[in-house]
């Protein structure tokens, strides 16, 4: 993320326009800013610090979620903003509440989603004394946002809410943070809204000139070996139409980074899925061993590239992307253009260049066939056929959202995703506790769509207490939980690494001998339904009784800890190394 401006910097939004209201408390200035912008619904957890903004939100028609925990609220305004593109909103008191927030604002942050975070702060007389429950919000997220104000005249109100949601959207989006004082709240003044925001400082490329594109054709005419990598940023700027035409036209295979699956039809025969250290044989074998590479919203991260020296190491490394931070930063590209993703593929589509490819695709195709995606049939429950027969009976259509860990892994690889927006994972950060909360964002924001969220037994414990707003908010969330009593990512780099010694990565009782915590009684504690699986035959039945259930319904799977996620490159690796057994 980049900004010239600086967190205590004066608005410069234009007020062309606006009209000056009757006095009104800063707390009401700022709920009508919401208003303003859009804003439909927050997630907020109330405290000293906020009070005057819940009471103002009393005669507002923002619908309020209330979380279990501030962390919840964050990752619901994630999952919200991850399902429609449009901001996700919350807030929190001061201190502990905008503390608890910092996980979900850094989750933003790495996965360039739009949010504007509202935290409540102590009065300005005691800001900087450690007065009860104060803490420096600016200062402790300046690294993971992509801007920040602390706002000390209530009049300013409208613009900074201005400013905030262009830039969280704007460009390369992610999180704001507005922090606002309570004697700010409380203070009475006659504000003016701006029509919209102008910012000087803050200046977008959006488009390539006509010698980058030209130099762009070029490398497509003297190539025989072609591989699109596209990420998230294809999904941000609404081209997956452009893309799919583009690989067509073209005639390019394509492999998505995980978060731009979805960008691309992974049932096309063009598609690759995603490479990286768990993604497909075929995908990791084609961007390596293409002659260029062309990467489009993608940041080139160490999950996918590993070795940066030893990466598709004969290719022309072609890197596409908005933010101009990101060009060069892992990957040495040769060349490197800041542009939407729409605009340069739409203007490559008025001189389509077609060639056949042959030996190239053949390669590919062969590839696919000889190690496809596949797992054991022992007749036990494999966590790849939950994930089938949950995309089997949703028909593919379902907003698929999850936790971290192996099951994450899984559901990216075994859910055939046709659309943007279709799976909602923690991609750059990795946060455990993500699923839930996300969850309940993304069937707020989606509520005529099934959304379900595949979850593990530890990462589901990480945010347990938002089975409280499932059912006080009546989120009719889907949810199902691999349970194998083990933090199994981390035991299968134990199995892989160091001899299968097992070091706090055993989540069972040793004083029971069934599973624990019992998930069906602790949702049945919170009235939401549930049911255990433990075989294969209970798992079809158990997902189609929790699609058929008129609300919320918790399925837990059993599973073994044993099993691996397959492929796997090693740390440090490259695509040669590949585990596939």
Do not use: C
């Given at each position: 993320m980049s900004s010239t401006l600086t967190a205590e910097a004066k608005p410069k939004t234009r007020r062309s326009g606006a009209a000056r209201q009757h006095p009104m408390k800063g707390s009401e200035v700022a709920i009508r800013c919401l208003e303003h912008n859009g804003v439909?619904?927050?997630?907020?957890?109330?405290?000293?610090?906020?009070?005057?903004?819940?009471?103002?939100l009393r005669n507002s028609r923002v619908r309020v979620i209330l979380p279990r925990h501030e962390q919840g609220g964050a990752f619901a305004a994630g999952g919200y903003a991850r399902a429609t593109g449009k901001v996700g909103v919350c807030m929190a008191t001061s201190g502990p509440g905008a503390t608890n927030l910092v996980t979900g604002i850094a989750d933003a942050y790495m996965d360039s989603i739009p949010m504007v975070v509202i935290t409540g702060q102590v009065t300005q007389r005691y800001i900087g004394k450690?007065?009860?429950?104060?803490?420096?919000?600016?200062?402790?997220?300046?690294?993971?946002?992509?801007?920040?104000?602390?706002?000390?005249?209530?009049?300013?109100?409208?613009e900074v809410f201005a400013e905030a949601f262009y830039l969280a959207a704007s460009g390369r989006p992610g999180p704001v943070v507005i922090d606002i004082p309570k004697d700010v709240q409380q203070k009475l003044c006659a504000p003016e809204f701006p029509r919209k925001a102008v910012m000087r400082a803050y200046e977008l490329k959006t488009k390539a000139t006509d010698e980058e594109l030209e130099r762009l054709r070029q490398s497509i005419r003297n190539c025989d070996r072609p591989c699109l990598y596209v990420g998230g940023g294809v999904i941000t700027s609404g081209a997956h139409r452009e893309l799919r035409r583009f690989a067509e036209e073209f005639n390019i295979p394509v492999a998505t980074s995980m978060m731009g699956i979805g960008a691309f039809p992974e049932t096309h025969p063009l598609a690759l899925k995603w490479p990286g250290m768990h993604g497909t044989y075929y995908a990791n074998y084609a961007v390596n061993e293409c002659d260029l590479l062309i990467g489009i919203g993608t940041r080139y991260d160490d999950r996918v590239t590993g070795?940066?020296?030893?990466?598709?190491?004969?290719?022309t490394i072609v890197h596409i992307d908005i933010d101009p931070s990101e060009i060069n930063k892992n990957k040495r590209a040769d060349i490197g253009i800041v542009c939407d993703a729409k605009d340069i593929l739409t203007r490559?589509?008025?001189?389509?260049?077609?060639?056949?490819?042959?030996?190239?695709?053949?390669?590919?195709?062969?590839w696919k066939q000889e190690q496809p995606l596949r797992y054991r049939d022992d007749g036990q429950i494999q966590p790849p056929f939950v994930v089938e027969t949950v995309w089997e009976q949703t028909k593919g259509k379902a907003i698929m959202v999850t936790g971290v860990g192996q099951h994450?892994?899984?559901?990216?690889?075994?859910?055939?995703?046709?659309?943007?927006?279709?799976?909602?994972?923690?991609?750059?950060?990795?946060?455990?506790?993500?699923?839930?909360p996300s969850a309940i964002g993304a069937k707020v924001a989606c509520p005529d769509q099934t959304v379900v969220l595949i979850d593990g037994d530890g990462s589901f414990q990480m945010n347990i207490q938002e089975l409280g707003t499932v059912h006080c908010e009546e989120v009719c969330v889907k949810m199902v939980i691999m349970n194998n009593q083990h933090l199994g990512m981390v035991a299968q780099w134990e199995d892989r690494f160091y001899g299968s010694r097992r070091a706090n990565t055993v989540l069972r009782s040793t004083l029971t001998d069934r599973p624990y915590p019992d998930f069906v009684t602790i949702a049945k504690g919170y009235l939401i339904p549930g049911r255990e699986a433990w075989t294969k035959d209970e798992v079809r039945d158990g997902v189609r009784e929790m699609l058929a259930t008129d609300g919320p319904f918790l399925l837990d799977v059993h599973v073994e800890y044993q099993e691996h996620v397959l492929p796997m490159i090693p740390a440090g690796g490259t695509h040669k190394n590949i585990m596939t057994e």
């Open positions: 439909d619904v927050i997630f907020a957890y109330p405290g000293g610090a906020s009070m005057e903004l819940h009471q103002a450690n007065a009860f429950q104060e803490i420096d919000i600016i200062g402790m997220t300046r690294p993971i946002v992509k801007h920040s104000y602390l706002v000390l005249d209530p009049m300013d109100l409208p070795n940066v020296d030893t990466f598709a190491q004969h290719a490559l589509l008025e001189k389509p260049i077609r060639k056949p490819y042959t030996e190239w695709h053949a390669r590919v195709q062969k994450q892994m899984w559901t990216a690889q075994y859910y055939k995703f046709e659309r943007p927006r279709q799976l909602l994972t923690s991609g750059g950060l990795g946060a455990m506790g993500f699923g839930l």
